[in-house]
């Protein structure tokens, strides 16, 4: 039987193969839909890789465990995809199972902490900010920890760059950054994906 990705609040260590529970995690309020008065740019980019399966695989032992930690499953919390280019992608993985909030590591990050300095001070740019998960647990709760992350995201925007956010959502159901036949690419896939769309701002 599969564990499920759920919110609730946290209890002791694991025991006996069930993970520990997480800590309760605020998601402070902000836009999940199309945000009022910015349309999408009319941009052709390359698409970001997907993997679209409805394949459930269950967490390993110490897997919730080790997601929970600042060094968790990755080499790399942040990753900027292609690093030049009309369109780009900066993924923000490993987030912790059930986890909403971005860990200590990943909001140190120097390449995110410069992806930031840039949205805010580069009007041409507009953005599209997408939360992911894996597939393990109940789509209504891995749908609640994909809006999540999204939003979490957001609110590290500076004033200036949340005026360019045009869209903050969920990834549609079945769709991924990797398959999620291995701890580590499920570990990708719990992700935000801040989809970043040059020239279509204000100068």
Known sequence: MLRLEQATPATGNIAMGRAPLPLPQYTPPGPVEPMPNMAAPQLQCAPLAKVYNAAVFPYLANEVAT??????????????????????????WDFGVDWRHLKNI??????????????????????????????????????????????NVFHLFGPSARSRVFSVKPAPHFEYLKDNTTAMNRAANRAVVVEIFAGGGTI
Request: aromatic share 6%; proline share 4%.
């Open 106 to 151: 990943a909001k140190r990050d120097p390449l995110l902490a410069a992806q930031l300095m840039r949205f805010e001070t580069d009007k041409s740019l507009q953005f599209q900010i997408v939360g992911y998960s894996d597939s393990t647990g109940g789509e209504r709760n891995n749908n609640f920890l994909r809006t999540g992350r999204a939003k």
């Open 67 to 92: 997601s929970r930690t600042e060094v968790g499953h990755l080499g790399a919390d942040v990753s900027l995809v292609p690093p030049a280019a009309a369109c780009q992608y900066l993924i923000i």
